[in-house]
């Protein structure tokens, strides 16, 4: 009893769960694209990341955030980033349970459960993941080198997380991370000026000087980066490490880390190079479609990492609305708050079906079981029409979810209002690696790469079949697809495309109420707001499926 007041209808944390145990929707689809699928390594996983003690390090990570160290005390340069020790515990964390380069080392279905395994983290704290993205997706762009991929692809597989500020070869892990906007061109890479004069042959191949600057590049402390810069023969890709191969720091000089919305955890800074030494990776000129083997990997993880965050903002408003009373009852049994948990679930399992799917077309690509080219033509349509269509719902997603929460939700509190958090993280990804209009515009070159309709058609056939919705979606697409949609009409073919594939995978491994409900919520009607859903849907059994914890129910 306070001096004043009794607290009591207030819900408490969402802490020391499982969050592999109680999220079905992951379960269902780990087990459809990978039924041989380790599940002990995931409930482990399940349980560190949905424990009170990694929750507080995601805590004091944020708000710790990065602090620059250009100059010593005697006006030396040193450009580091210094951490909060919880940034170090969160990063040892997602190096140990295989988040960056292992996938690799492993035989198929190890992209799936990598996947898998990246969603859960994101719940935790989804900064840290930035370097271990580019770590995990620099491997198919350093394979043109294999000098580079020799001396550097074990320890961008290895496990144990090394923050030491020293050259490669002495250290037990290392990580990656990619610079390509510049001041003047933004996602227009082409207009680069950051120069590359050529210096000579060794080892690791074309030796080059670098001359420039970077507008954007997340995580200055990793051990080397993939760059665009202008060589003789036009923008081409290097890479450029930390330090020289004599063992001295290389000249990338970090000038000011950015004061960002979200994603506090993770230092993302401006910096500049002055005859920094770099090695060509691939040809002169190829810059752009060498560098972007590694972007296509790290749009892969912005679709899993926001399907990671709408998970986490359901469970906690699922939580909270379980506990919370008002006029008598809980919120939960509420029925216009159940319409809205319901819909909010929805859109969590089909952004989580659609993200996976895509895991497993780069699975079977990447350990050669497409021998038809089928898989190949999916992920080149998958990669962004599901970066488009899921990172552009968890804005308002995310806003939805805090709502639930009402005004516990819009503060802050000392790091201590994860939802806060969630809100300020969910406009990243979808400008991360490409915003919307870059994601439709690539839908479109898509369609000249391959027979993408019949991909389409033959991926959808069954939920065709199931429900007269998705038949009349599928049409519209369909003739779209052939019309090859004007650049105007490319988000909404872009959109259209991911609500049919996530209908196709809803019907594939998800309960027929989940499937049918879907289809009469995304397709049968607009969904400009969450919470219209009708009264006939089976409202209950949605939110039931999508609680957070066994003992918790919609039915207590």
Same mark, same amino acid.
């Given at each position: 009893?306070?001096?004043?007041?009794?607290?009591?209808?207030?819900?408490?944390?969402?802490?020391?769960?499982?969050?592999?145990?109680?999220?079905?929707?992951?379960?269902?689809?780990?087990?459809?694209?990978?039924?041989?699928?380790?599940?002990?390594?995931?409930?482990?996983?399940? +349980?560190?990341?949905?424990?009170? &003690?990694?929750?507080?390090?995601?805590?004091?990570?944020?708000?710790?955030?990065?602090?620059?160290?250009?100059?010593? !005390?005697?006006?030396?340069?040193?450009?580091?980033?210094?951490?909060?020790?919880?940034?170090?515990?969160?990063?040892?964390?997602?190096?140990?349970?295989?988040?960056?380069?292992?996938?690799? #080392?492993?035989?198929?279905?190890?992209?799936?459960?990598?996947?898998?395994?990246?969603?859960?983290?994101?719940?935790?704290?989804?900064?840290?993941?930035?370097?271990?993205?580019?770590?995990?997706?620099?491997?198919?762009?350093?394979?043109?080198?294999?000098? !580079?991929?020799?001396?550097?692809?074990?320890? !961008?597989?290895?496990?144990?997380?090394?923050?030491?500020?020293?050259?490669?070869?002495?250290?037990?892990?290392?990580?990656?991370?990619?610079?390509?906007?510049?001041?003047?061109?933004?996602?227009?890479?082409?207009?680069?000026?950051?120069?590359?004069?050529?210096?000579?042959?060794?080892?690791?191949?074309?030796?080059?000087?670098?001359?420039?600057?970077?507008?954007?590049?997340?995580?200055?402390?990793?051990?080397?980066?993939?760059?665009?810069?202008?060589?003789?023969?036009?923008?081409?890709?290097?890479?450029?490490?930390?330090?020289?191969?004599?063992?001295?720091?290389?000249?990338?000089?970090?000038?000011?880390?950015? *004061?960002?919305?979200?994603?506090?955890?993770?230092?993302?800074?401006?910096?500049?190079?002055?005859?920094?030494?770099?090695?060509?990776?691939?040809?002169?000129?190829?810059?752009?479609?060498?560098?972007?083997?590694?972007?296509?990997?790290?749009?892969?993880?912005?679709?899993?990492?926001?399907?990671?965050? =709408?998970?986490?903002?359901?469970?906690?408003?699922?939580?909270?609305?379980?506990?919370?009373?008002?006029?008598?009852?809980?919120?939960? &049994?509420?029925?216009?708050? #159940?319409?809205?948990?319901?819909?909010?679930?929805?859109?969590?399992?089909?952004?989580?079906?659609?993200?996976?799917?895509?895991?497993?077309?780069?699975?079977?690509?990447? *350990?050669?079981?497409?021998?038809?080219?089928?898989?190949?033509?999916?992920?080149?349509? !998958? #990669?962004?029409?599901?970066?488009?269509?899921?990172?552009?719902?968890?804005?308002?997603?995310?806003?939805?979810?805090?709502?639930?929460?009402?005004?516990?939700?819009?503060?802050?509190?000392?790091?201590?209002?994860?939802?806060?958090?969630?809100?300020?993280?969910?406009?990243?990804?979808?400008?991360?690696?490409?915003?919307?209009?870059?994601?439709?515009?690539?839908?479109?070159?898509?369609?000249?790469?391959?027979?993408?309709?019949?991909?389409?058609?033959?991926?959808?056939?069954?939920?065709?079949?199931?429900?007269?919705?998705? &038949?009349?979606?599928?049409?519209?697409?369909?003739?779209?697809?052939?019309?090859?949609?004007?650049?105007?009409?490319?988000?909404?073919?872009?959109?259209?495309?991911?609500?049919?594939?996530?209908?196709?995978?809803? *019907? +594939?491994?998800?309960?027929?109420?989940?499937?049918?409900?879907?289809?009469?919520?995304?397709?049968?009607?607009?969904?400009?707001?969450?919470?219209?859903?009708?009264?006939?849907?089976?409202?209950?059994?949605?939110?039931?499926?999508? =609680?957070?914890?066994?003992?918790?129910?919609?039915?207590?």
């Amino acid at each position: 009893m306070n001096a004043t007041h009794e607290v009591f209808n207030q819900a408490e944390p969402l802490t020391d769960v499982n969050l592999f145990s109680g999220n079905r929707a992951l379960q269902d689809a780990l087990a459809h694209h990978h039924p041989g699928y380790d599940r002990a390594r995931f409930v482990a996983l399940g +349980a560190e990341a949905g424990s009170a &003690e990694m929750q507080v390090h995601a805590r004091l990570a944020n708000t710790h955030g990065p602090v620059l160290h250009a100059h010593d !005390l005697r006006g030396h340069r040193v450009d580091q980033v210094e951490f909060h020790p919880s940034y170090h515990a969160l990063m040892t964390s997602a190096l140990r349970h295989g988040l960056h380069g292992t996938p690799w #080392t492993l035989g198929p279905g190890g992209h799936i459960e990598r996947a898998a395994a990246f969603m859960l983290f994101t719940e935790l704290e989804p900064s840290v993941l930035c370097p271990v993205s580019m770590t995990y997706a620099v491997a198919p762009a350093l394979r043109p080198n294999a000098a !580079l991929s020799r001396d550097w692809g074990p320890g !961008l597989a290895a496990t144990a997380y090394d923050p030491a500020f020293r050259p490669f070869d002495g250290k037990t892990a290392l990580t990656m991370g990619m610079g390509m906007t510049e001041k003047q061109g933004g996602s227009d890479v082409r207009a680069n000026t950051t120069r590359a004069v050529f210096d000579g042959d060794d080892d690791w191949g074309r030796r080059y000087r670098l001359t420039g600057h970077k507008w954007f590049m997340s995580a200055p402390m990793c051990d080397a980066f993939l760059v665009l810069a202008q060589a003789e023969g036009g923008l081409s890709c290097f890479f450029l490490p930390r330090f020289t191969r004599d063992g001295r720091v290389n000249a990338i000089h970090v000038q000011r880390l950015k *004061h960002k919305l979200g994603n506090q955890a993770n230092a993302s800074s401006e910096v500049e190079f002055q005859d920094a030494e770099a090695w060509l990776v691939g040809d002169e000129g190829r810059g752009v479609p060498q560098i972007l083997a590694m972007g296509t990997l790290t749009r892969l993880d912005c679709a899993l990492g926001t399907a990671g965050l =709408m998970r986490q903002a359901l469970s906690i408003a699922l939580h909270h609305c379980a506990q919370r009373q008002a006029f008598g009852r809980r919120l939960i &049994e509420q029925p216009a708050m #159940t319409a809205v948990l319901a819909d909010l679930a929805l859109e969590s399992e089909a952004a989580t079906a659609l993200a996976l799917r895509l895991a497993r077309a780069v699975d079977r690509t990447e *350990h050669g079981q497409d021998p038809d080219g089928f898989e190949a033509v999916m992920r080149r349509v !998958l #990669t962004p029409v599901a970066k488009f269509w899921i990172c552009k719902r968890g804005s308002a997603f995310g806003q939805e979810a805090m709502e639930c929460l009402g005004g516990n939700g819009y503060v802050e509190g000392g790091g201590e209002g994860v939802m806060a958090r969630i809100y300020r993280e969910m406009p990243l990804n979808s400008i991360w690696e490409g915003a919307g209009n870059i994601m439709a515009l690539d839908l479109l070159r898509a369609l000249r790469s391959g027979p993408v309709k019949d991909a389409v058609m033959h991926e959808t056939a069954a939920a065709r079949r199931a429900h007269a919705a998705v &038949e009349r979606r599928a049409q519209w697409v369909a003739e779209a697809l052939d019309g090859a949609a004007d650049e105007a009409g490319a988000r909404r073919l872009a959109r259209d495309t991911a609500l049919l594939l996530q209908a196709a995978q809803l *019907h +594939a491994h998800a309960p027929t109420e989940v499937f049918d409900s879907f289809c009469t919520a995304r397709l049968d009607q607009a969904s400009d707001a969450f919470g219209l859903l009708p009264g006939t849907l089976p409202l209950d059994a949605l939110v039931a499926r999508a =609680m957070p914890t066994p003992e918790e129910s919609f039915d207590e």
